[in-house]
């Protein structure tokens, strides 16, 4: 799954770090049982208005009944929560200096409503009587279930009560375990739907083939949200009918426990069937509805289906996990106006007319080959098609609605490419004879692996050059490899449970990289790849709230909040860092060996590790140095472990020293010296005077010395950025490769030049390194043509204006860095022309120089807006996002309503969502309240799109606070909407709060989360608040030397230096 849920825009930009999101907020499982049928009713209750917790999108929910009693301390906390909401907007006025919406002064002067003594004390009398009475009902009235607990503190997690599980009911639950029972495994699935797109409801009928493992009386599987009308088990030849004795549900875990009325025997097959009825609906998740409007402005309505990780139990009764692999078939049924898609082709339709009425079909489709739940996917819509093929003889089409489907060619062409190249890297042939890739207008992910069926959002699938550019281009190209490389990793070889999902995600995070680069060459992928999965990772795994690749998962929240950065961007880079260590032959050996060993089956990080290191051992030409390393010592310490090693290099006599430490950004609270982790480190040095590369492994170990030239003027590790670790240096070696980047030095690769700017702000950050070091690097920008230089920098620098926004030190940066970027401004200027990465540069540099306030870029962008505003000039596709945001950010309301209305009226998703993102530029308080309201109302803006909302809002300083205040006052509009334990309120979280910098906000924010359950969020949330802790510890102390080191640098500027002129580094 691909974990973005928005394309980049044209301009790069720092954002957090988080992805997929399921819009619709959250609700508990609910299996009934039909009353017809020949069990009793099962009806689920929960005292928390729905929720479990795991919590599933809210159209999903039906509403909560009303309590008839408050207990004392509930009746409390809505007294508190009415106060709060109530002082609200002067507290952000108080801040803001802004007038606020509603003031509590402008009423202080007007006439109160005046009643005698008598009244009043009649008043109070009442008063006191009801609540006396709430009080005695809630103490002696019984409650319909136990109180939920939750989040005791911003950054502590209360510990679950000992109990044992019960049923909605009341009614002991026998299964206690998030895990199924083993003593069943399903090997068959037969499904039969019936979804009415006009209704929205479906029927539906599961045969699932078992076999039994070990005799056991009673199975356990998965269902949630569905009534049950008929259950059968039989055995395999329909000769035995089983009777099903009980049937008890268990909302929190979805499972569904049946009791047999003997036992079921060890090595026999069974059938178990269930008939089920359920409504589609805008969930997200599941089979769920979707639509999107026709070229003729009619609104269309389409099933789709995401099951990752744990929703197929949603669509259908089944054995919800990963390891427990079988066989599907679909029966699907449907009106002769759609059509319906599945993981595997279509083997014949035949006409219901006389069963169901006019225009009914039945598409029956072959059966898969064996996979996990989490991997079926079915659609029905009136989508239309094109095609293509491999050289291997695969169907590759694009589906979209029909007025967009052309727009999926780029897509169609990348995906028969990378599929071709993928069966000859693996050395293993694509195992379905077909593969389709659908633009989905409602989907929470970027896209979804489903085997043979491939969902995307329409921006990561549908390119339209003539208004895409150069980002999204890329984008859609690395999407599409993503999800093709899990076609072999997560598909044919899946993870055994979800503890290992790097294996999965960071397989396919290298391989996108890779397959990318093959498909398109000229992106020079090894660039992004430094920028985009290896640096990615070192921000996130340098906080203390981190975790390992690979953790342990013991309850649905703790599965989702692994969908993040280390599964995916560390676990390809260390990947990426044992493929150089081992060389790409070996490496590529290994990953047949592991794919045939599991071909169909399931794997643990263990048997990666066996089979690369039998490559290793039967290379012919072994890794250099001392022979094959150890693979499984080597990578446990980079999986099991979290965080990454600090390399302290020092070159005297001769010698180099090479020390280990755990890097942190904040020192570890009560932890000791001998208790730190230690790595297994793979290490290049380049070092003036010596040929070749100097490799020194640290295997586990705190330090090693080894010999080296005595001449070296400089020395630099850690060559092109291949090692998941930062590299600090004595302070005259810093001085030593500053000179090295400011002559152009071809010693450096533009990954290395990138990596030392990099690690110089990165150690700044952790308190370990003066401000005046990468100031002083960052000259070398005025020399330098390389994009990932220029985004390094940009990212960090950015991060120091925005720290520095109301400090004086403001004006001097911003100053310095509008120097640095006038060389290549006036180089690059406003053109089309030049490479991928010309262009990528050009997109970056403008949108720093329009940031940064330079004159000439400002009047260039608001030029450009007004003429394609007033004379309908287009905009270059890889300007339009910088145009249209500095339009609206120096425009009034007109302009603001006129970049409104072409979003309403666009058609083309990748322009929708530059449109989209320009509107939250605004620095109008009222027109971004307006937009913040309609965005979460869910109607003109679609709710997938409210974190690209909450996004451009954030990074735009003279909103962040009325953002603030406007997701305090609507947190529990969000919460419904979107669900505690989704990654929409992770990155909301991460978006929001992170860039807070004062005391002030810090104690804000931990009292506005103090006591909500976020569930999986709880994690992003301590990871914000400790970005705020970093913010607040560099303004104290590392402000005053950036600003000494900008005033010195100012005076020799002014003493009459010459202006810096570009100098082309190669890319």
């Known amino acids: ?154 950054t502590t997690v209360a510990p679950p009560v000992a109990t044992r599980p019960t049923t909605a009911d009341g009614e002991p639950f026998p299964w206690d375990s998030l895990r199924l029972p083993p003593a069943v495994l399903p090997r068959r699935y037969e499904l039969l739907l019936q979804p009415n797109l006009t209704t929205f409801a479906v029927v539906g009928r599961v045969k699932i083939q078992i076999t039994v493992t070990q005799e056991t009386s009673f199975i356990v599987l998965h269902s949630r949200n569905m009534t049950i009308t008929k259950r059968e088990l039989h055995t395999s030849d329909d000769s035995v009918n089983v009777s099903i004795t009980r049937l008890l549900l268990y909302p929190e875990r979805d499972q569904v426990y049946l009791s047999v009325n003997e036992s079921l025997q060890l090595g026999q097959n069974y059938t178990l069937s269930f008939e089920f009825n359920y409504t589609l609906r805008e969930a997200l998740e599941g089979f769920y509805l979707s639509h999107y409007t026709a070229a003729n402005g009619s609104k269309r309505y389409l099933a789709t289906t995401q099951f990752e990780p744990n929703a197929a139990r949603a669509a259908f009764p089944c054995f919800d996990e990963p390891q427990l ?146 980002a999204i281009q890329q984008w859609v190209t690395r999407v599409v490899a993503h999800e093709l490389a899990h076609q072999w990793f997560g598909n044919l070889v899946t993870m055994e449970w979800w503890n290992d999902l790097w294996l999965n995600e960071g397989f396919a995070t290298l391989m996108e990289f890779i397959g990318a680069g093959h498909a398109r060459p000229e992106y020079h992928m090894g660039q ?48 990426y860092m044992l493929m150089k260590e081992l060389g790409q032959p070996v490496f590529k050996a290994g990953l047949n060996k592991y794919l045939r060993r599991h071909s169909l089956g399931s794997a643990r990080t263990a048997d990666l590790w066996a089979a690369v290191q039998e490559a290793a051992a039967e290379a012919e030409t072994p890794p250099a140095g001392d022979g094959p390393p150890d693979v499984q010592a080597m990578m446990d310490s980079w999986t099991r472990q979290k965080s990454y090693p600090l390399i302290s290099v020092v070159l005297s006599a001769g010698r180099l020293t090479v020390r280990q430490a755990p890097f942190t950004q904040l020192p570890a609270v009560g932890a000791r010296q001998s208790d730190a982790p230690l790595w297994h480190v793979p290490l290049s040095c380049r070092l003036h005077r010596r040929a070749g590369l100097l490799a020194v492994r640290l295997n586990g170990t705190a330090s090693v010395t080894v010999s080296a030239p005595r001449q070296s003027a400089w020395y630099y590790c850690n060559v092109n950025k291949t090692g998941v670790y930062r590299v600090t240096y004595p302070a005259d070696n810093w001085a030593a490769l500053q000179q090295l980047l400011l002559a152009g030095s071809s010693h450096l690769s533009v990954q290395d030049r990138a990596a030392i700017i990099d690690d110089a702000f990165s150690l700044n950050r952790a308190d370990l390194l003066n401000a005046s070091v990468p100031l002083r690097l960052s000259t070398s920008l005025s020399r330098e043509a390389g994009l990932a230089p220029w985004a390094v920098s940009r ?162 300083q003279a909103a962040r606070l009325r953002l603030w205040r406007f997701v305090r006052l609507n947190w529990h509009k969000i919460l419904d909407k979107f669900g505690g334990g989704t990654f929409m309120i992770d990155n909301i979280i991460q978006e929001l709060v992170s860039r807070f910098s004062t005391q002030l906000e810090l104690e804000e924010v931990r009292a506005f989360f103090d006591g909500k359950d976020l569930r999986s969020a709880s994690r992003s949330l301590r990871q914000a608040l400790e970005s705020i802790q970093l913010n607040i510890r560099w303004r104290g102390s590392h402000q005053a030397a950036a600003a000494a080191w900008l005033e010195d640098w100012s005076r020799r500027e002014a003493a009459g230096a010459a202006p810096p002129t570009a100098r082309h580094w190669p890319n």
């Not at 004392?72 to 802004?98: C, H, I, P, R, Y």
């Not at 007025?403 to 169609?412: C, T, W």
């Not at 921000?539 to 649905?556: G, K, M």
């Open 1 to 154: 799954m691909w974990p973005v849920p928005v394309p980049p825009a044209a301009q790069p930009r720092r954002t957090a770090q988080r992805e997929p999101a399921a819009a619709g907020g959250a609700v508990a499982a609910r299996v009934s049982v039909d009353q017809d049928s020949s069990a009793e009713p099962l009806r689920n209750t929960d005292c928390s208005g729905g929720h479990s917790p795991r919590q599933r999108p809210a159209a999903s929910r039906r509403p909560p009944a009303i309590p008839l009693t408050f207990e004392k301390d509930t009746a409390l906390n809505l007294a508190e929560q009415l106060a709060a909401d109530m002082s609200e907007v002067d507290d952000v006025a108080f801040l803001t200096g802004e007038r606020a919406l509603y003031n509590k002064a402008e009423y202080a002067g007007r006439k109160a409503v005046v009643c005698s003594p008598r009244r009043a004390a009649a008043v109070l009398v009442l008063v006191f009587l009801a609540v006396l009475a709430i009080a005695l009902v809630a103490a002696f009235a019984r409650p319909a279930c136990l109180p939920s607990t939750g989040v005791v503190g911003p």
């Open 325 to 470: 692999k079988a066989t599907f078939q679909l029966a699907m049924v449907r009106h002769e106006s759609h059509t319906a898609l599945f993981n595997t082709p279509r083997r014949s339709t035949a006409d219901l007319d006389f069963y169901l009425g006019a225009g009914i079909k039945q598409d029956d489709f072959f059966e898969t080959v064996r996979m996990s739940t989490y991997l079926v996917a079915f659609i029905v819509s009136d989508y239309a098609h094109i095609s293509d093929t491999t050289d291997g003889n695969v169907l590759v089409s694009v589906w979209a609605p029909p007025h967009l489907v052309q727009q999926g060619q780029f897509a169609a062409q990348v995906a028969v490419s990378v599929l071709d190249f993928y069966t000859d890297y693996f050395g293993l042939p694509y195992q379905l004879p077909k593969l389709d890739l659908v633009a989905i207008p409602d989907f929470a992910a970027g896209a979804m692996e489903n085997w043979g069926l491939c969902t995307f959002r329409l921006t990561s699938l549908l390119y339209e050059p003539s208004s895409g550019g150069s």
């Open 528 to 575: 992004q790849f430094m920028l985009e999965a290896t640096l990615t990772a070192l921000a996130l795994d340098s906080l203390r709230d981190s975790h390992p690749i690979s953790v342990e998962v013991t309850d649905p929240d703790q599965i989702e909040s692994i969908f993040d950065t280390i599964s995916y961007s560390k676990g390809a880079a260390v990947l």
């Open 795 to 956: 990212r960090h620098l950015d991060w120091w204006l925005q720290l520095l926004y109301d400090q004086p030190t403001h004006a001097p940066l911003q100053h310095f860095v509008r120097r640095l970027i006038a060389p290549q401004y006036g180089q690059l200027g406003w053109s089309e022309q030049g490479s991928h990465v010309v262009r990528r540069l050009r997109a970056l540099v403008l949108a720093w120089a329009v940031s940064v306030r330079l004159p000439e870029a400002v009047a260039r962008a608001r030029t450009l807006f007004s003429d394609w505003r007033n004379a309908g000039l287009p905009v270059p596709p890889d300007l339009r996002q910088l145009v249209y945001s500095t339009g609206v950010e120096y425009g009034d309301t007109g302009d603001w309503q006129f970049v409104w209305q072409r979003y309403l009226n666009a058609t083309t998703p990748t322009e929708k969502n530059s449109l989209l993102r320009a509107l939250g530029a605004s620095t109008d308080p009222l027109i971004l309240e307006h937009f913040l309201r309609i965005s979460l109302a869910g109607e003109l803006v679609r709710s997938q799109d409210f974190v690209l909302v909450v996004e451009s809002t954030a990074a735009n």
